[in-house]
């Protein structure tokens, strides 16, 4: 399960990459992404979903 912290990094990135595409379809799908994973740290932040998951090892 992801972070509040990764979620937010991802929504980022995902926001500078469509700022950059300039394939209209690659544009919406970055612009897709990033809201998916605001709403998915918004999600976490709201529940407190971050605060019960147990420290995963890599």
């Known amino acids: 399960m992801a972070n509040l912290a990764e979620c937010r990094t991802k929504a980022a ?20 992404l990033a809201r998916f994973y605001r709403q998915l740290a918004k999600h976490l932040e709201e529940t ?4 019960s998951q147990p420290p995963q090892s890599s």
Do not use: I, M, N
């Open 13 to 32: 990135e995902f926001e500078s990459r469509a700022a950059r595409a300039t394939d209209w379809q690659l544009k919406a799908t970055f612009k897709d």
């Open 48 to 51: 407190g979903s971050e605060k």
